[in-house]
């Protein structure tokens, strides 16, 4: 079954310590894995994509095939980067997205 | 206009009452998502169109859930008999891209059954 993963409910770090919010996927095939973004009051927006290989934000992830995980890094928090943070998976080809439960990240001063 | 909005804001109804609930896109996005996100729970895929056209409606929970198109444009969810287990936020999201689910979404709907 397609899957996505997102073991932490809630991840609180220090302001400019190094971040990593996990997501673990379940599929055969080559997906395309995205995280989503959801600042307080605000609306769900795209943070990054892996096609890309990008860093918006100074947040970074990486496609891990051999573990099935795409962790989103950051290496020193911001209090600004406090949100909900969502991991998704779309099967290659199709238009379905799985999210997965997401993240609330605090970044405590 | 500018995003993809979504009316109501906010709806309480009454278990057993039907409601609506709108999506306007952004102009021009033909690629049109409805999801819902339950306390708790991620984002649950209800149903995709491609214009008018919805190629997969396996998502709707139940046959009390419907959703339609017009002019490639508007978009509404219907729940008919509404239920508890209905109360959500209801997100819509609109993409140029065929397929392609990009940032924009709207700001949701949060249905209240009591």
């Known amino acids: 079954a397609q899957r996505v993963t997102q073991p932490e409910k809630l991840l609180s770090v220090f302001k400019g310590a190094p971040v990593e919010l996990k997501c673990n996927y379940s599929?055969?095939?080559?997906?395309?894995l995205f995280w989503y973004v959801q600042y307080s009051r605000q609306r769900l927006q795209l943070l990054l994509r892996?096609?890309s290989r990008e860093s918006i934000k100074g947040f970074t992830a990486d496609l891990n095939k051999g573990e099935t995980s795409f962790h989103l890094k950051k290496p020193f928090a911001q209090e600004e980067d406090s949100a909900m943070y969502y991991c998704?998976?779309?099967?290659?080809?199709?238009?379905?997205?799985?999210f997965g439960t997401g993240t609330r990240l605090k970044v405590l001063a | 206009g500018a995003g993809v909005s979504q009316s109501p804001s906010n709806k309480v109804t009454e278990k057993g009452k039907d409601v609506e609930l709108r999506c306007d896109p952004i102009?021009?996005?033909?690629?049109l998502y409805w999801y819902r996100q339950s306390l708790g729970q991620g984002l649950e895929f209800l149903i995709y169109?491609?214009?008018?056209?919805?190629?997969?409606k396996s998502g709707l929970p139940s046959d009390r859930f419907s959703a339609e198109r017009t002019g490639g444009s508007v978009s509404t969810l219907t729940i008919q008999r509404t239920q508890q287990e209905d109360s959500a936020v209801y997100l819509c999201?609109?993409?140029?891209?065929?397929?392609?689910?990009?940032?924009?979404f709207g700001p949701g709907t949060r249905l209240t059954v009591l």
């Open positions: 169109f491609q214009g008018n056209s919805a190629p997969d």
């Open positions: 999201a609109s993409s140029l891209e065929k397929s392609r689910l990009a940032g924009f």
């Open positions: 599929y055969s095939g080559s997906p395309e």
């Open positions: 102009s021009g996005h033909t690629a």
């Open positions: 892996h096609i």
């Open positions: 998704a998976l779309s099967p290659s080809g199709t238009y379905k997205y799985i």
